[in-house]
């Protein structure tokens, strides 16, 4: 079948979900860099701050080396548990073998003893509690010292490799290419691979969900839907953390990430056809008759058939065609499966992704889309922001579109669905600026949490063995350099449309210190709670509780969950704690700090007042 008689099918099918909204000139702001944008805003810029001279922005300084602030929420057993942990993360030998250690001492303990000591220390350090009881102490005292809660059930099953990579194969691998291996013009960074089946290899800091069958992920739903209740009965503005493989079956996630992969692919091709390569994202603008002659030269059409197909959808009325209309072409609410096609440059022809799909494999992706519904409808009634985690890039593409239908619907009067950015890829910046603009166009509130990434280890061995381009930044200054720069581009959408909303999540303190300075120079109020800030539960507390204090909204990430069902979780906090502790003292010299401050005032035995 041809593009010109599927394409147009897909838009109609949609055009009662979605509506487009023509970008208004009143409302459009370059995606070029904030120097060019001043520069193009001119004497009107100049004349507005001439008219603001009489009006000072308050300039908020924080001092992150005041430790009475910082740890004023914590009594000294505490500071000495933290410094207990985080020294034990620096030796080696420990954080390798934790987990064994771990089995041996409930072997040699007892269920009971074994618990105990685990809540006097690791447990106790990053965890809040087992249930949506007990977490709520920590949560109302961190709320007394200025700290939010972002809710995350840290439940994960204790499988083996074997296990794992059995589950992974069973879930991302369809009817079809089961039936007849490499028929279909799959690529090989969107299948499944056994020997990397066991997805919680060389990551830090994210759960792992695997798929057993479509009741396993009701239930998975329904953890989350009582996180959000619990939640939104914590605090007035809480946040609360999902993860999509958690929702259905990975195999959509796959699939549909290499459709949407292949179409903006595509569309890269089409512009250098036009010299437009090498350019940011939303700078190719496609002319719209270059287009249509190279579009009939590949055979998809006559030119007239391409032009009814552009401009009946009031596409290219502009003359040209960006990367956002083109990706609005990509849309069917009705059949899931008639989204898995993709354009074959060679036939000019819109080829399905797999030979068939069989009625369940169509039912576990409506499903998927059925949940992820629900717990958006969930969040709205309580009141509570929905954060969606980030994963690994083969499925990361679906996750990002899913997210951003879930925003288009719910964000419309205040930001509820927030995606999450790793910056550590080399695609971030197109990803967050395509996001924004098309957030702009269609006057909905965009919601970020930028993070580094916690998969970097796993994607760069798994893209080196399989053979695909590294998607991961070349070496650590590039992922920093990386972060501001999304960082930078919303702040200065926050500035410029205050419906823009951002969280930095990060432990990085002079990430943290570069994100006051803009918020000073843009005259941006915390109290506007248009910027956030997040750390881990047991971390950087000299970062989070600071902020806190000074009117930021701060929150920490709270795992909860029974002991030995976390213990997948803990594992991770002391391999990254390892890394983290041996790169900076700062944490546990500021500790230390604090500890013979009290003493030295006869605070021997202090509690916190709140």
Known sequence: MSYTKVIPGLVRANSDNIKRICLSQG?????????????????????????????KAVQIAIDFDN????????????????????????????????????????????????????????????????????????????????????????VEEDLTQEEAEKKEMDSCVSEAEKESPGVDRREKKYKAHRQFGDRRGGVVSART???????????????????????????????????????????????????????????????????????????????????????AKLGVGNKDDIENWFTGEKLGSSGTIDLLDWNSLINDRTKISNLLVIPNVETGQLEPLLRKFTVEEEKQMKRMLQRVDVLAKHAVDNGVRLMVDAEQTYFQPAISRLTLEMQRI???????????????????????????????????????????????????????????????????????????KCLEFVLEEIDHNRKANVMVASHNEDTVKFTLEKMNEMGLSPTEKKVYFGQLLGMCDQISFPLGQAGFPVYKYVPYGPVNEVIPYLSRRALENRGFMKGSQRERSLLWKELKRRLLNGQILYKPVY
Not at 30 to 41: A, C, I, L
Not at 426 to 445: F, Q
Not at 448 to 457: S, T
Request: aromatic share 12%; charged share 30%; proline share 2%.
């Open 27 to 55: 409302r459009f702001r370059s995606t070029v860099t904030s120097k060019q944008r001043k520069e193009v805003e001119g004497g009107k810029k100049e004349q507005q701050l001439v008219e603001c001279t009489v009006v």
């Open 67 to 154: 430790t009475h602030e910082a740890y004023k929420s914590k009594d000294n057993i505490e500071l000495l548990r933290s410094l207990l942990v985080f020294k034990l993360c620096t030796f080696d030998f420990l954080v390798d073998k934790n987990k064994e250690l771990m089995d041996l001492s409930k072997k040699v303990f007892g269920k009971w003893l074994f618990e105990r000591l685990m809540k006097m220390t690791f447990y106790g350090q990053f965890v809040a509690g087992e249930d949506h009881n007990s977490i709520k102490p920590l949560i109302h005292k961190n709320q007394a010292f200025g700290v939010g809660s972002v809710l995350d059930y840290s």
């Open 410 to 484: 719910f964000n419309r009067e205040k930001p509820i669905i927030f995606n999450t950015y790793q910056c550590y890829l080399k695609e971030a910046y197109d990803n967050v600026s395509v996001d924004v603009e098309l957030s702009r166009r269609e006057g909905w509130y965009f919601g970020a949490k930028l993070v580094r990434g916690a998969y970097m280890y796993q994607e760069r061995s798994r893209a080196k063995e399989i053979g695909y381009e590294d998607p991961i930044n070349p070496d650590y200054e590039a992922t920093n350099r990386m972060y501001h």
């Open 209 to 295: 969900y695997f798929y057993a069958d479509e009741a396993k992920c009701d239930a998975q739903m329904e953890t989350f839907l009582n996180c959000i209740k619990a939640s939104g009965g914590a605090s007035v503005d809480g946040f609360s953390a999902v993860k999509m493989t958690a929702l259905g079956r990975p195999q959509f996630l796959l699939q549909f990430s290499e459709v949407l992969v292949k179409w903006r692919r595509f569309f890269n091709l089409l512009a250098a056809q036009q010299g437009k390569s090498g350019m940011d994202a939303l700078e190719q603008k496609l002319e719209l008759e270059q287009l249509k002659e190279s579009l």
